[in-house]
């Protein structure tokens, strides 16, 4: 199966920017996503991108301050945060959809925005 490996998170004030990397083992076709966890909460969805890039789609929650990408030729997909927030604070992780669900998870990378 193919394994995704997450990396980008740190440490920010509010108001900065953050870009997080998502490398894929092999290449796929398929749609990613980005999503994210706090501890006991659950994992929420952010952003996904088709194989093209044609099509995108944002939880309102983000939606004009992340942007989804991604180069195939790297296998890899992005997602550029910026004017992060306190509650933007999280496990954030990528997966790719097979059929109806996401799978293939990552580890996943901390984000911490401080106030």
């Known amino acids: 199966q193919v394994q995704l490996a997450e990396s980008g998170g740190g440490l920010v004030q509010a108001g900065g920017s953050l870009r997080l990397s998502c490398a894929a083992s092999?290449?796929?076709?398929?749609?990613m996503g980005w999503f994210r966890q706090e501890p006991g909460k659950e994992r929420e969805f952010l952003a996904s991108?088709?194989?093209?890039?044609?099509?995108?789609s944002y939880a309102d929650s983000v939606k004009g301050r992340f942007t989804i990408s991604r180069d195939n030729a790297k296998n890899t997909a992005y997602l550029q945060m910026t004017s992060l927030k306190p509650e933007d604070t999280a496990v954030y992780y990528c997966?790719?959809?097979?059929?109806?669900?996401?799978?293939?998870w990552g580890q996943g990378t901390q984000v911490t925005v401080s106030s």
């Open positions: 997966a790719i959809r097979v059929g109806g669900s996401y799978k293939c």
């Open positions: 092999g290449r796929t076709s398929n749609t």
């Open positions: 991108i088709t194989w093209s890039g044609g099509t995108t």
